[in-house]
């Protein structure tokens, strides 16, 4: 009895408190936590409507593909698209806000210094010519070190183009016009048929 009561101890030992072996196991614990603060720091920028606090976590020549397919190479490209969309006299939106969530853990690539992450979002979108909508769509994004610091190098932004709520709005709006179309029909013809009995 005793003999299995120190291999269990043993086992123990080697094993140490719950979640220190995995800790200690991943070589980029720490660049995982710098990783999240760059994506928490872009997601509160967009919300903040502050293009340059967004630019500050993304390197010079950084590449963005935009929800409407939109390609913006360095900062000076995604400024200008920025403004021209949400800033400008003849801006699209008045504003944007977003609720981004992380999916599985990074990969990390090479020698460590290239990390890529995906995940989600809720988007809401308050256009100059429209109501709100509300857009779910996902994120990739391609990070690499440099100078000991982590930027985003390259980020993507799609949404279903089958399902979702602008196509669900356009969908009620054609079932809607349809009706009012069959409706209007069925009242000009009695019209036509009272004025063709009175005839």
Same mark, same amino acid.
Not at 4 to 18: C, E, H, Q
Not at 105 to 134: I, L, N
Not at 138 to 143: D, E
Not at 178 to 197: E, Q
């Given at each position: 009895? /005793? #003999? ?22 991943? #070589? ?20 903040a409507q502050d293009v340059e606090r967004m630019l500050a976590q993304m390197a010079p020549e ?14 000076? @490209? ?10 400008? @006299?003849?801006?699209?939106?008045? /504003? ?35 109501? #709100? ?29 089958f399902t979702n709520s602008l196509i669900a709005e356009a969908k009620a709006a054609i079932w ?17 048929? /009272? ?5």
């Open positions: 009895m /005793r #003999p299995i009561l120190n291999l269990l101890l043993a086992l123990l030992a080697l094993l140490g408190p719950p979640g220190v072996f995995s800790a200690e196991s991943d #070589p980029h614990t720490a660049d995982r936590q710098a990783l999240i603060k760059v994506f928490r720091e872009i997601e509160a920028s967009i919300n950084a590449t963005v593909t935009w929800l409407n397919g939109e390609v913006s190479r360095g900062h000076a @490209e995604i400024r200008a698209y920025y403004q021209r969309m949400v800033k400008g @006299e003849k801006r699209i939106l008045d /504003r944007y806000l977003t609720t981004a969530k992380l999916g599985a853990s990074a990969r990390f690539f090479g020698h460590g210094e290239v990390a890529v992450a995906d995940g989600t979002m809720v988007d809401e979108f308050f256009p100059v010519a429209r109501g #709100p909508f509300t857009l779910n769509s996902n994120w990739t994004s391609t990070s690499a070190k440099i100078d000991g610091q982590w930027k985003v190098v390259s980020m993507h932004l799609s949404s279903n183009v809607w016009a349809a009706s009012g179309a069959a409706l209007a029909g069925l009242v000009l013809g009695w019209l036509i048929g /009272r004025m063709r009995r009175r005839a």
